[in-house]
Every structure is written in C-alpha cells, then in structure tokens.
C-alpha cells in the first residue's frame, strides 16, 4: 500500500530532476543461474545517491519480519517534509538468519529501484541489438507490475483466489511468460507461489472471472 504526504508536488519536482540526472545501475553482479550478471543493491544505491542529495532526496528503509514473510517498508522524504511511502513484503518458505536476510536484501533492491525509478542496465551499456540479460528483463517486468505482484503475494497467501486472479489478469501474457521463466530462487515467485498457480482453485477462480483467454503457466 503507498501512503503519501498531504502535499507531494514538491518532491514530485524533485524526483523528476533527480531521474533527468540518475544513470543505470550497473549490472555488476554475478547470477549463476543465468551465467549473467545484474544490478545488486549497492550499484542502484550508487546509481541515486547524488542526484537524490542535489534535489534535496532522501531514503530511509526499515525491515519488517512476521510469522509468514519479511520485507522492507521504504520511505522516500524531501527535504520540504513531504514523503512517499511504500511496503514491499514477501513470504518465507524458511525462517532461518540466510533466508530471512536474502528476503530482505531482495526486497531494499526492488522496492528502492522502482520508487526512484532506476533502470538496470549491462556493463557495456545495454545496447537494443544485443543480447539481453535475462534477469535484467525479468526485473523490468516486476518494475512494471509491482502492484498486481504485491496484490497476487498478498492473496495467494490467505488463498483468497479471487483476488489473485484478478491481480494476475492485470498482467499482460507477455509479462506472465517473463516472470514464470525466472527461477524462484532469484525470480519474484516462490516455490509455494508457483504450486499455487498451477492449483485447481486459483484456475477455477481465472476461468470463473475471464474464461480460458487469461494466459497461463
């Protein structure tokens, strides 16, 4: 859920010039999975830091953790008090220190690089005649559907089916494949969140709602 100051015309000025400055987040780090690389956390934080200090732009990022997820709640502040604010909470499938940390760590580099706005880009530039990297375009699409995921995470987990296929239809069948193609140790689904895709209830409630034209995995 976003939560907005009474008044945001300032810090929408100033987001504005302060993404007319930002350049990409460099993709520097290593995916095994894909044999690629894409941007972490420190090279989007890199990617903000000055234009957010010139325009009078600050963060702040808090983890969250319950029985069932963890998560971040980011804050993006301008210096005239108004604010943006945001939580970006995942499930857990394990409660362990590494998973608990990794969750959170995913959730501060997605939830700060789509409220400011940062594209991914490959260290050569990521030129349109060259081949893509996988996970960077994953990451687009999640840009791109942050509030139909967050809605889809939200209801899969009180299986509140409906709901989810409400959300998942707000998708386009081409963002569907993208997202589905990711593995669920580095891509938006868990384990758990790609069962429940294939479950009978969360298919009864898509062709309920939209028949057999929704696109599917």
């Given at each position: 859920?976003?939560?907005?100051?009474?008044?945001?015309?300032?810090?929408?000025?100033?987001?504005?010039?302060?993404?007319?400055?930002?350049?990409?987040?460099?993709?520097?780090?290593?995916?095994?999975?894909?044999?690629?690389?894409?941007?972490?956390?420190?090279?989007?934080?890199?990617?903000?830091?000055?234009?957010?200090?010139?325009?009078?732009l600050?963060?702040?990022?808090?983890?969250?953790?319950?029985?069932?997820?963890?998560?971040?709640i980011?804050?993006?502040?301008?210096?005239?008090?108004?604010?943006?604010?945001?939580?970006?909470?995942?499930?857990?499938?394990?409660?362990?220190?590494?998973?608990?940390?990794?969750?959170?760590?995913?959730?501060?580099?997605?939830?700060?690089?789509?409220?400011?706005?940062?594209?991914?880009?490959?260290?050569?530039?990521?030129?349109?005649?060259?081949?893509?990297?996988?996970?960077?375009?994953?990451d687009?699409?999640?840009?791109?559907?942050?509030?139909?995921?967050?809605?889809?995470?939200?209801?899969?987990?009180?299986?509140?089916?409906?709901?989810?296929?409400e959300?998942?239809?707000?998708?386009?069948?081409?963002?569907?494949?993208?997202?589905w193609?990711?593995?669920s140790?580095?891509?938006?689904?868990?384990?758990?969140?790609?069962?429940?895709?294939r479950?009978?209830?969360?298919?009864?409630?898509?062709?309920?709602?939209?028949?057999?034209?929704?696109?599917?995995?």
């Amino acid at each position: 859920m976003l939560e907005t100051s009474h008044e945001i015309e300032e810090l929408a000025t100033a987001l504005s010039k302060a993404q007319g400055e930002m350049g990409s987040a460099k993709a520097s780090a290593d995916n095994p999975f894909f044999k690629s690389k894409y941007a972490d956390l420190s090279e989007v934080i890199k990617a903000l830091k000055e234009p957010f200090a010139s325009n009078g732009l600050s963060y702040t990022q808090f983890p969250v953790i319950d029985e069932d997820g963890a998560g971040v709640i980011t804050i993006l502040m301008h210096s005239s008090g108004q604010f943006m604010k945001s939580t970006y909470f995942l499930p857990l499938l394990k409660r362990d220190a590494q998973s608990v940390g990794s969750c959170i760590t995913y959730a501060r580099r997605y939830a700060l690089q789509s409220i400011a706005g940062i594209p991914a880009a490959d260290d050569d530039g990521n030129k349109a005649s060259e081949e893509r990297d996988p996970m960077a375009i994953h990451d687009e699409a999640v840009r791109r559907n942050l509030m139909s995921i967050f809605a889809i995470k939200a209801a899969i987990g009180i299986e509140n089916w409906e709901t989810a296929a409400e959300a998942y239809h707000e998708m386009t069948n081409e963002d569907k494949e993208i997202l589905w193609r990711a593995p669920s140790k580095d891509g938006v689904w868990t384990t758990a969140e790609r069962s429940a895709f294939r479950c009978d209830e969360f298919n009864a409630a898509r062709k309920a709602m939209f028949g057999d034209n929704d696109g599917g995995n």
